[in-house]
């Protein structure tokens, strides 16, 4: 979720002690920062060449009005509502997957909003869309971007605390080094997440560089010939869409416009997708 320097003391370890402080370590930056897996079978149908977006999906519309804050940019204020990246990448795709706005019907009370936002935060994000007449219904708002300027208080509330996004057993990954085999394969599933109609949510770092431990939502891919840009909703900035960028001859992502973060190589990972990832 930003930047968050800090220094550790040179040791005298051996090298499974190391192994296991570069775990620990992994694990400490992403609780006080905010940035998938082993290397992935065969690619999915389709190419990571072409152009795709989540259908119906429009960033004036379908996000967040308010931001998450970056700690480490207020380090004196009380009560911000930072390090919460996660919860509201994970609830951007929620809202999109299971819940339908009706501007026409009356709106509620604080506590009434509340528990709807609980109800759609309590969907596992990796099951299926639900069909419209399944849907949890907003009532009084046409949009997301609507109900959290108007209701900011209840949204938070009802998304829930940041804990368990801190401890979820696959933040250790930010410490792992990558293949150019296994970036580009992550390529190809966001793309053909995105021509499937869907949000991709991913995991975005450049540790060990105490700067970039966050997670972003693409919803659509721009093909560049020799390089594939990925547009993508950013918790920490909701006034305009991100971009990262896959380098098709390196093989490598870049941070090409993420929030407070210099352009340069990031390691990139599906998030939320499974039960396990």
């Not at 920062?33 to 429009?58: I, Q």
């Not at 501007?103 to 990796?126: G, I, K, S, T």
């Amino acid at each position: 979720m930003g930047t968050a320097p800090f220094r550790v003391k040179t040791l005298n370890l051996n090298s499974v002690a190391q192994a296991r402080l570069a775990v620990l370590l992994g694990v400490v930056l992403v609780t006080v920062a905010c940035a998938t897996g082993p290397v992935l079978g065969p690619p999915p149908e389709g190419a990571a060449d072409a152009r795709a977006s989540a259908l119906e999906f429009a960033f004036a519309r379908d996000t967040f009005a308010f931001k998450n804050l970056i700690r480490a940019r207020h380090p004196h204020e009380d009560g911000l509502y930072a390090n919460y990246c996660f919860v509201l990448a994970r609830g951007l795709r929620q809202f999109s997957q299971f819940a339908r706005f009706d501007p026409a019907l009356p709106r509620l009370d604080h506590a009434a909003y509340v528990a709807l936002v609980r109800r759609v935060a309590a969907r596992p994000p990796w099951e299926p869309a639900l069909p419209e007449d399944a849907r949890i219904v907003i009532p009084g708002y046409a949009s997301l971007r609507e109900l959290s300027q108007a209701e900011e208080a209840a949204v938070k509330e009802g998304l829930g605390g940041r804990f368990w996004t801190f401890v979820h057993w696959t933040n250790w990954r930010v410490t792992f080094w990558v293949t150019p085999a296994h970036q580009e394969n992550v390529a190809r599933e966001i793309v053909s997440e995105l021509r499937a109609g869907r949000l991709v949510q991913l995991l975005i770092t450049n540790w060990p560089k105490p700067e970039l431990n966050h997670t972003v939502v693409a919803f659509e891919s721009r093909d560049g010939a020799t390089t594939l840009d990925f547009v993508v909703w950013d918790p920490n900035d909701p006034d305009a869409p991100g971009v990262i960028t896959f380098d098709r001859r390196a093989l490598h992502f870049a941070a090409t416009r993420v929030y407070d973060t210099e352009p340069g190589v990031i390691r990139v990972f599906r998030m939320y997708y499974s039960r396990l990832l």
